[in-house]
């Protein structure tokens, strides 16, 4: 519901800001030119083919869709949706193996690099210069993959195809940005320059540096858009602002996570305080999700294909899954841990089953208005073809990345126990195993129900899209789980820095992580 209010706002701004005189004379007169109404209608066209081709069946054209306005002549039978929704949740459940293998893979590199020795030296113990050494190779190799995330990000956009063509460019603008800045943590570490602090004051460059990066490469990216498709009515700011907005607002949201909330996280001492704020984390990602997935469906029919639209939104969700998921994993009573799975499941369930009474509300709530004080305020539809398909590719991601963080947030831990502690291996993966597995059934369940709700009674064609595109879901979703490992493993490790300054768990042996190190000097 918040997030529609957000939306409201959004189409009530875009309706107050329309050049009213020009559309007066376009119901006059037509001012259009043919070449733009042309790729208007062409991409009108490539929307309504594209969605088509993703019915759950290919079945004769009396079951189809025959207009925008789309309603079902046969809807499915309830066996025939529970089974397509079975097999949509078994399928893409099969996929996050691979994923959290990867996660894994550069949640350990990170451990034993980047954030080495972390326990130790929390403990006010010396660490070497090798340590250092080692540390610094890790941020290099984390600045090569988080410097790469906008380049590969307009794969998934744009094609590989085009990509290669047009954008490849911006792979060494990422580098050349992730080369100066492992330069000047280079400079930093030859001069002992070394800033503990919460907030590290020295990491600001860095964070400038990705900004300037990222705004570089939309900007050729956006030149060549323009000498490609010079029929394009957008103007080079409009693509620019949809290609760097939602990049810089899950560069800020980040930014506010790693900094913000997970200090005011470990601050709390009750653990009741805890619960709630990890329940309210996923609402501060709102905003920025409702002001992308607004752009995505009516601000880029011209640049994006519909089926691609997707890659606009969904790693934005993905930072504040991550921080629930972690927050959920660092509670010791399974009894929260379990209330939490369920709270997300129920809560992703109700959202999915309440989109008509929403819609219908919303659509009084703006007659309303026009009524009164918005005569030009319109309801957007939310029933076309983009928007079905733009549905089923975030819903596609969404349950990916939900079992991958569930999976990846108890490896942290085991990850992290195992290489800073003297401690048995299996009762800690033990612990974890039990957890995961309840994780997962909670998710599976209750993805079930919303697949099932969003393809029999909203002719989502889950089943259909990632069937023919789980490459395309799978490499976009890989994108991100590398990026947020590299990005956020340092500020999750204070997390569990925090967990084993409590309790028993502080009797634990440290490892000294030092020793494998020592005889390079």
């Known amino acids: 519901m918040l997030e529609e209010i957000i939306a409201c706002f959004l189409s009530l701004f875009s309706a107050l800001t329309l050049d009213a005189p020009r559309l007066s004379r376009r119901e006059m007169n037509d001012s259009t030119s043919p070449s733009e109404q042309r790729t208007h209608n062409t991409w009108e066209d490539k929307i309504h083919r594209e969605y088509v081709s993703f019915e759950e069946d290919n079945l004769p054209s009396e079951t189809e869709y025959v207009q925008l306005g789309y309603e079902l002549r046969n809807r499915p039978t309830y066996i025939q949706s529970l089974l397509r929704s079975l097999k949509a949740n078994f399928t893409i459940t099969l996929a996050v193996l691979p994923l959290t293998l990867i996660g894994m893979a550069l949640i350990y590199f990170d451990l034993r690099t980047l954030d080495l020795c972390s326990q130790w030296e929390d403990k006010n113990y010396t660490i070497s210069f090798d340590v250092r050494r080692m540390r610094l190779l890790g941020k290099g190799v984390a600045s090569v993959i988080t410097y790469l995330w906008f380049p590969l990000s307009l794969i998934v956009l744009f094609g590989w195809s085009e990509f290669k063509r047009h954008y490849s460019s911006t792979i060494l603008v990422g580098q050349l940005a992730g080369l100066f800045n492992t330069l000047y943590l280079t400079f930093l570490l030859l001069y002992g320059i070394d800033d503990t602090s919460p907030i ?81 984390t996923p609402t501060l990602a709102l905003m920025p999700t409702a002001v992308c997935r607004h752009m995505a469906l009516w601000r880029t029919s011209e640049i994006i294909e519909p089926e691609r639209s997707f890659a606009l939104v969904y790693f934005i969700r993905a930072a504040f899954i991550t921080l629930y998921r972690i927050m959920q994993a660092n509670f010791k009573n399974i009894s929260l841990f379990v209330g939490l799975s369920l709270l997300s499941g129920v809560s992703s369930l109700l959202k999915t089953a309440t989109v008509g009474i929403r ?123 590398a990026v947020f490992v590299c990005y956020f493993t340092n500020p999750l490790v204070a997390i569990f820095q925090n967990r084993f300054h409590d309790s028993g768990a502080g009797n634990y042996a440290i490892r000294n992580c030092t020793l494998p190190y020592e005889s390079w000097r």
């Open 359 to 481: 819609e219908k509300v919303w659509a009084r709530v703006i007659r309303f208005l026009n009524r009164t004080c918005c005569t030009r305020l319109h309801h957007l539809p939310g029933n076309t073809p983009h928007h079905r398909r733009f549905k089923a590719d975030t819903e596609i991601q969404n349950i990916l990345f939900e079992n991958n963080s569930l999976i990846l947030s108890q490896s942290y831990i085991v990850l992290y126990t195992i290489t800073n502690f003297q401690l048995s291996d299996w009762s800690v993966v033990k612990s974890s195993l039990t957890r995961i597995a309840i994780g997962l059934v909670i998710e599976f369940v209750f993805n079930f129900l919303s697949t099932f709700i969003r393809i029999h009674w909203h002719n989502i064609p889950v089943t259909r899209v990632y069937s023919k595109y789980w490459k395309r879901h799978v490499f976009a979703n890989i994108i991100v789980v």
């Open 200 to 280: 590290n004051s020295y990491y600001v460059p860095a964070i400038l540096i990705f900004a300037v990066a990222t705004l570089w490469e939309s900007a050729i990216v956006v030149r060549n858009i323009r000498q490609k498709h010079q029929t394009v009515s957008y103007s080079g700011r409009h693509i620019f602002s949809v290609l760097a907005v939602p990049v810089l607002s899950t560069l800020a949201m980040s930014l506010f996570y790693r900094y913000a909330v997970v200090k005011w996280f470990n601050s709390l001492d009750n653990v009741l305080y805890k619960f709630i704020l990890a329940i309210l």
